[in-house]
């Protein structure tokens, strides 16, 4: 059903690899509620991701750029503005990579050119996304920006290996560079800490699929799909949440908030 939340409004989004992809949902939703978007990704991802199907079924253009590379982030934020006329209303950051975790590497044993490139790609990344918005002063007034964490972030957890490190390092990266959008820009900076979801990116942790299950079966209201997190994120991109910023928002059917051992899912 579409509420026309995002009537007017011009976004872009990041991180469509496929239909697995939290970010395509993200963008189904975002036209369906009446904005325009373009699409972006590394151009490897374009070569052999589906975004050019999504993006040819929504009609969105889509522009290459490698998210840890500030040259291309100026590109991308100079061609949206072009592209629309103008400043932005939100951004999708939706991207995330550990090579050691690709490779099976444990925490207790990473490479650290891995690690650097990790903490590059998930965390430093949105740090060069809003300081490019920022220099070129591409987002208006009551703009909106959100990127995807994980409660690895917050908690020990084996497995999830570096990738806790960067996504503790994005929510610091949420309300250290919120607060300055917030006071200079009245822009939105949040995150969206996510159910473990089943995405090219979700399936290189290992175990995943027990793991699924089993925070299934602990989250009093079951798992959030990638479409229910779609629901959610643009929410955050609407007017409706205006005074929300600097916060890590769990969505996760309530999975943060309980004891997990007392609290199984008959
Ligand atoms: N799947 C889960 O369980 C889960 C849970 C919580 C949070 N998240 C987060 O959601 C976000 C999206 O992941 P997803 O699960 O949809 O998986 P995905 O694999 O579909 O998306 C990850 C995206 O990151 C992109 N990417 C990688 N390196 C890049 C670079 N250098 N520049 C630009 N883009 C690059 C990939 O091309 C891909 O599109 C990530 O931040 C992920 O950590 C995922």
Redesign the pocket.
């Known amino acids: 059903m579409s509420y026309n939340l995002l009537k007017g409004k011009r976004g872009i989004i ?5 239909e ?5 949902q993200v963008a189904k939703r975002a036209i369906e509620e009446g904005a325009e978007i373009i699409l ?3 151009p ?2 374009i070569r052999f ?1 589906t ?1 050019n199907q999504l993006a040819a079924s929504i009609n969105s253009p889509v522009v290459a ?5 500030v040259d291309e982030l100026e590109q991308l934020v100079d061609s949206a503005m072009q592209h629309f006329g103008g400043q932005i209303d939100f951004v999708l ?5 550990s090579p050691n975790i690709r490779k099976g590497i444990g925490y207790q044993e990473l490479n650290y050119d891995f690690y650097a490139k990790t903490l ?3 965390a430093m ?1 949105y740090h060069k996304l809003l300081q490019t918005l920022y220099k070129k002063d591409a987002l208006r007034k009551g703009g909106s920006v959100v ?5 690895a972030g917050d908690r020990a957890m084996r497995g999830y290996g570096d ?1 806790a490190d ?2 503790a390092m ?1 929510q610091s990266i949420t309300r250290n560079f919120g607060l300055i959008f917030a006071q200079e820009k009245g822009v939105r900076v949040n995150t ?14 290992e175990g ?1 699929t027990e793991m ?1 299950d089993t925070i299934d079966r602990i989250s009093p209201l079951g798992n959030a799909s ?1 479409e229910d ?1 779609a629901d959610y994120i643009i929410t955050l991109f609407s007017d409706l949440t205006r005074k929300v910023t600097m916060q890590t928002l769990y969505h996760d059917g309530g999975y943060s908030s309980v004891l997990p051992v007392f609290s199984v899912n008959k």
């Open positions: 990041t991180g469509v690899l496929n697995q992809s939290i970010a395509w972006t990704n590394t490897m991802a991701g975004i750029a490698d998210a840890t590379n950051h939706s991207i995330g990579m590059d790609i998930s990344s990127a995807l964490s994980y409660i990738m960067a996504k994005l969206v800490s996510q159910s473990p979801t089943m995405t090219t990116a979700g399936q290189g942790i995943m699924i990638a997190c």
